[in-house]
């Protein structure tokens, strides 16, 4: 099994900051099957990036992805008040399919 | 405009059984892999199962297997959970998502709650 550890485990910044989320794998992640999920309160997670750097449809381009191998960096450039969530990453190229524990983002 | 909808979460005692639904709609969905994720009350997400789009193959997590069985019916754009041997720890919201040929789950229900307690 694929072991994803992220890091921090919860950031506090101020809207207009950068965001620096990090994900390392126990082993290289198949065919770059990584991905990242925003998730709300109450809300079903929402895919931002897959396939470590392209971002899904309708996400805003202040998103983006990095890494390769184990190392993974989700960044978001300039932080809007609807950016404040908690973020996962996730690889879906080995079985079991498995989701880091989350970073959380909260407001400063 | 996909949409899945998930049904059948509820209360059920230690050791019992539950069925979950999850009803397609906007997609070919004989076409897709199809998944089950849990998350547990102020926890983080668990994939629990997976099936192929012709629901020949199947993947599940250690924590459920030989309990919980994936199906579908192709012909009723319906993916299903059959749970069985609940425990308390199996208690969450299970989501099913829909796979998009190696680019990540783009499509995610809106959860069904699963309380196990006796």
């Known amino acids: 099994e694929i072991v994803l550890t992220q890091s921090p485990g919860t950031l506090s910044l101020s809207p207009g900051e950068r965001a620096t989320l990090s994900c390392r794998a126990s082993?290289?992640?198949?065919?770059?099957?990584l991905a990242w999920y925003q998730q709300k309160p109450g809300q079903a997670p929402r895919l931002l990036i897959h396939?470590?750097?392209s971002r899904a449809t309708g996400i805003p381009d202040r998103f983006s992805g990095s890494g390769s191998g184990t190392d993974f960096t989700l960044t978001i450039s300039r932080l809007e008040p609807e950016d404040f969530a908690v973020y996962y990453c996730?690889?879906?190229?080995?079985?079991?399919?498995?989701f880091g524990q989350g970073t959380k983002l909260e407001i400063k | 405009e996909v949409q899945l909808l998930e049904s059948g979460g509820g209360s059920v005692q230690p050791g019992g059984s539950l069925r979950l639904s999850c009803v397609a709609s906007?997609?070919?969905?004989?076409?897709?892999?199809m998944n089950w994720v849990r998350q547990a009350p102020g926890k983080g997400l668990e994939w629990v199962l997976g099936?192929?789009?012709?629901?020949?193959?199947?993947?599940?997590a250690d924590s459920v297997k030989g309990r919980f069985t994936v199906s579908r019916d192709n012909s009723k754009n319906t993916l299903y959970l059959q749970m069985n041997s609940l425990r308390a720890e199996d208690t969450a919201v299970y989501y099913c998502?829909?796979?998009?040929f190696g680019s990540g789950w783009p499509d995610w229900g809106q959860g069904t709650l699963v309380t196990v307690s006796s």
């Open positions: 996730q690889q879906y190229g080995t079985s079991p399919y498995t």
């Open positions: 082993q290289s992640v198949t065919n770059t099957y």
């Open positions: 396939s470590i750097f």
């Open positions: 906007g997609f070919t969905f004989s076409s897709y892999a």
């Open positions: 099936i192929g789009s012709s629901g020949a193959d199947t993947y599940y």
């Open positions: 998502a829909k796979g998009q």
